[in-house]
Nanobody, 126 residues
Framework: DVQLVESGGGLVQAGGSLRLSCAAS????????IGWFRQAPGKEREREGV??????????RYADSVKGRLTISSDNTRNTVYLQMDNLKPDDTAVYYC?????????????????WGRGTQVTVSS
């Protein structure tokens, strides 16, 4: 069975850091793009990934709102994608989901995601 399991969320003060992990199984990890998407309180899940990485060639994509603060990386030996989150802001508060897509798109749209994890909560206090 396909599984994506997020971990690493928590409560942090503004300016702090967290590292999220997305552990994948049940599909050929190296052939997929993995993206992180977020859903803020009271809002729908964002339609484009805040950070995405192609496991095929290492291309990455970041939303403008997180550039310079979030870094995505992938370990194909562990079938795990990481999201290093630095200089966090209260606006980053959300449930963060990882998703897997069979194709790369520079906008990393949620419509391309075939598999989703259940999410991990990130709360940034001011």
């Amino acid at each position: 069975d396909v599984q994506l399991v997020e971990s690493g969320g928590g409560l942090v003060q503004a300016g702090g850091s967290l590292r999220l992990s997305c552990a994948a199984s049940g599909f050929t990890f190296a052939d997929f793009t993995i993206g992180w998407f977020r859903q803020a309180p009271g809002k729908e899940r964002e339609r484009e990934g805040v950070a995405c990485i192609s496991n095929v060639d290492g291309r990455t994509r970041y939303a403008d709102s997180v550039k310079g603060r979030l870094t995505i990386s992938s370990d194909n030996t562990r079938n795990t994608v990481y999201l290093q989150m630095d200089n966090l802001k209260p606006d980053d508060t959300a449930v963060y989901y990882c998703g897997a897509a069979a194709v790369w798109s520079r906008k990393c749209p949620s419509e391309y995601i075939g598999y989703w994890g259940r999410g991990t909560q990130v709360t940034v206090s001011s």
